[in-house]
């Protein structure tokens, strides 16, 4: 188990008006709060206020995640590569794009995100939650999750983390929102619209040994 950046660059490429979105006179936080949980429509692709505002695929946004994830875990053609919190699919496609014969899965909350996924890989979606994954023990050569398991309480935090350990071969990569200072803390709790699990890095590393979990992780801060 080891903390590896994958997402930092991709993350701070967006600017972020923390006190705009907690006083927005039409969404206020809690407003918005309430509609992002449902991942319909509006989260993906309604007014910014609410979480992306429009969330497509936009070439070469991805790549260089994809290809530093295939350098670290050495993918190859015929291994199986397990998204959970796919969205849209999109970095499982630049994973396939860049490793023709990748076989890719991909598992989110979200029908809306499902049912308007890339095309090239949306039969390979399953709609369904973290805490009950629907395959077999050691099914994958990677299991990821990016930005998705901060999205839960405990009671299912726990199951999840056991289920990526229990469906996933040697290597897992987890990516979730955290803090290290008071000012961090401030604005995860200003920005985000969908987190229910706050904690510092050390509080994650507990999470994970306390439920077993051997993979590889990141964090995301809101600086």
Request: charged residues 25%; contains cysteine.
């Amino acid at each position: 188990m080891k903390e590896i950046d994958f997402m930092s660059s991709l993350h701070k490429s967006t600017t972020r008006d923390y006190l705009g979105r907690v006083n927005d006179p039409e969404f206020p936080k809690p407003t918005a709060a309430l509609i992002a949980k449902k991942f319909g429509q509006e989260y993906w692709d309604g007014d910014r206020r609410i979480c992306y505002g429009g969330y497509h695929y936009i070439r070469g946004r991805w790549t260089d995640v994809a290809r530093s994830i295939i350098k670290e875990y050495k993918l190859v053609a015929g291994y199986n590569v397990l998204d959970i919190g796919c969205g849209k699919g999109y970095l499982l496609y630049e994973l396939q794009r860049l490793v023709p014969g990748l076989k890719v899965f991909g598992l989110d909350i979200s029908d809306y995100a499902i049912n308007n996924a890339k095309e090239e890989v949306k039969q390979h979606l399953t709609l369904g939650c973290a805490s009950a994954l629907p395959w077999g023990d050691n099914k994958f050569d990677l299991v990821i999750s990016i930005g998705t398991l901060h999205n839960l309480y405990a009671y299912d935090l726990e199951k999840s983390l056991r289920e990526v350990e229990r469906v996933g071969k040697q290597n897992k990569y987890l990516c979730v929102e955290s803090y290290r200072s008071e000012q961090e803390k401030a604005n995860l709790l200003y920005w985000q619209l969908t987190c229910e699990a706050f904690n510092t890095p050390e509080e994650w590393i507990w999470w994970f040994l306390h439920c077993g979990y051997t993979g590889d992780y990141s964090f995301i801060y809101f600086e």
